[in-house]
């Protein structure tokens, strides 16, 4: 299995951007999917979460600019950001987790990381 993040970029503050994943490879059931960030020096953390069943669940800091979906017909998680600001500055991961065969327990799976920058 292989999530392959995409949409970063140098965007200026105010602006929006839409970060995609899809994830391909040997998949029975995809799980919760969400989008994670990583400031240099530090952990990695959650930004925002959306369930098999549309759940969704958000870091304090993301809940009015951020928004989570799923298609599970493309096995893709979108994360859009409206109104950036230059502490959105950061890595963000995407994350699945992902059940190969009924008979396999479902296990997190990685994207490889994209890049946003916000300039003031």
């Known amino acids: 299995v292989q999530l392959q993040a995409s949409g970063g970029g140098l965007v200026q503050a105010g602006g929006s951007l839409r970060l995609s994943c899809v994830a391909s490879?040997?998949?029975?059931?995809?799980?919760?999917m969400g989008w994670y960030r990583q400031y240099p020096g530090m952990e990695r953390d959650l930004v925002a979460s959306?369930?098999?069943?549309?759940?969704?669940d958000y870091a304090d800091s993301a809940k009015e600019r951020f928004v989570i979906s799923r298609d599970d017909d493309k096995n893709t998680v979108s994360l859009q950001i409206n109104s950036l600001k230059p502490e959105d500055t950061a890595v963000y991961y995407c994350?699945?987790?992902?059940?190969?065969?009924?008979?396999?327990?479902?296990?997190?799976?990685w994207g490889q990381g994209t890049l946003v920058t916000v300039s003031s």
């Open positions: 490879g040997r998949i029975y059931r995809i799980g919760t």
């Open positions: 994350n699945a987790r992902i059940m190969q065969a009924d008979w396999i327990p479902a296990y997190d799976f």
């Open positions: 959306i369930s098999r069943s549309g759940s969704t």
